[in-house]
């Protein structure tokens, strides 16, 4: 009998019977399900236990405890990444052999390796959009003082986001934690990332997945010209006259809309004005989610939040001109909450409600009566619209949840290096 020991989050004991005592490449147990995965340099497997899906890698034990540890500290400096649910170690099968240790990650819903975006439904300008996430993730990382080491499209996965991407990071293992990075490390880091973007678009041009318009090279190097304008935009030192304080409140606003918070402010006098320093390695994404979060209790994500926060404020708006009264921000979320935003999905059949996170349904729907609404001249109504995206579109979208059926077949085998 082989033995190991286990460390998760939690009282885990839905895994407890997992067949950890076999090599990870061996495993044939009923719950391994199909996910859409880029490529590694690891065996990976995916289960599906109580409703919960997880990923397991295979990996020497040193690496499985750093990169543990690494998810974990990432994860509380609100950097996008994959949960570090727990570790398997100190493993031998039955006839005594030591066998390699194991990671527990817990699979991120809706999520999609970058080859699904190319190979599925297309996203309009799909390569800006793929840019615009990672420089975002890039930024966060580093502001947290992490250096990646091995950035690429096959280690990140994503989340469509209000017709936008979110992109998590995936694989930590080659990277390092330091109080503050270098302008050096951040450099080297993105000259990685591009060469590995790079050879990625290749691929994806040798299949046949890239329009021919896309040169694979100009796309890679396209990173870090996005990366530096949000990183200068969080981190430049701003001169504000003296009766320029509105300016300050700009500032603040611009950084709220790129979806950071400031945690800490500085401001020194100086003879041609006040110069504001904005302490960036602190800050919190999350402001619209959070703001969201505490007027309805949703959790989506930020372009997501955004998105709701200004449907919410126009319904507001319509509810006080048709009052002639002002209207309380509390009331009318829990107001809209009903009347719009559940409403809206309550007309979509329960059969297609999987296909896309509420949000993110909610979202297409409202640029779809946009749209129909333009084309017509007037307003075609809720009913109408969501009749038509159903009938359009959404009855032709794959699940955007796991596929829990059927046997692993030789596409989701495991990728060896």
């Not at 993730?137 to 003082?145: D, E, Y």
Request: aromatic content about 8%; proline content about 5%.
């Amino acid at each position: 009998m082989g033995t190991y020991r286990l460390t998760t989050l939690g009282a885990a004991t839905e895994l407890l019977d997992l067949p950890y005592d076999q090599p990870l490449a061996e495993w044939k147990d009923p719950r391994i399900v199909h996910v859409p995965r880029g490529i590694s340099r690891h065996v990976v497997r995916f289960v599906e236990v109580n409703g919960h899906v997880f990923a397991v890698k295979e990996a020497t034990e040193r690496f499985v405890l750093r990169e543990h540890q690494l998810l974990r500290v990432l994860a509380d400096r609100l950097v996008p990444v994959v949960e570090a649910y727990g570790t398997v170690v100190e493993r031998t099968a039955d006839d005594g052999s030591e066998l390699p240790a194991l990671l527990l990650t817990r699979h991120l819903t809706f999520s999609v390796p970058y080859r699904s975006l190319f190979t599925g439904r297309g996203l309009p300008a799909l390569n800006d959009r793929l840019l615009d996430a990672l420089a975002e993730l890039f930024v966060r990382i580093h502001l947290a003082g992490f250096y990646w080491g091995d950035c690429s499209l096959s280690n990140t996965l994503f989340r469509r986001d209000a017709g936008a991407l979110a992109a998590y990071l995936v694989d930590a293992e080659t990277g390092e934690m330091h109080p503050r990075l270098s302008d050096g490390q951040r450099a080297h880091d993105l000259t990685i990332a591009t060469e590995n973007i790079a050879g990625e678009m290749f691929d994806l041009e040798a299949g046949g997945y890239l329009a021919e318009s896309i040169d694979p090279v100009q796309t890679a190097m396209a990173l870090t010209p996005r990366y530096e304008k949000l990183w200068n935009e969080l981190n430049h030192d701003e001169v504000v006259g003296r009766e320029e304080s509105y300016r300050i409140n700009a500032r603040v606003k611009r950084l709220n809309s790129l979806g950071f918070d400031v945690a800490e402010m500085a401001i020194r006098t100086e003879q041609d004005g006040r110069r504001l320093r904005f302490d960036t390695q602190v800050v919190e994404p999350g402001h619209h989610q959070r703001r969201l979060f505490a007027l309805t209790g949703l959790r989506v994500q930020e372009n997501q939040a955004r998105g709701l926060l200004a449907d919410l404020a126009r319904f507001r708006a319509k509810w006080a001109e048709g009052s002639g009264t002002p209207v309380d921000e509390d009331l009318a979320a829990r107001r809209w909450l009903d009347e719009k935003y559940h409403a809206t999905l309550a007309l979509v059949p329960p059969e297609l409600r999987g296909k896309l996170p509420d949000a993110e349904l909610f979202h297409e729907i409202n640029e779809h009566r946009w749209f129909l609404s333009e084309a017509q001249g007037r307003d075609v109504g809720r009913a109408a619209a969501v009749q038509s995206y159903i009938d359009g579109v959404l009855q032709f979208l794959p699940d955007g949840a796991v596929d829990l059926g059927g046997p692993v077949t030789e596409e989701f085998e495991p990728v060896f290096d």
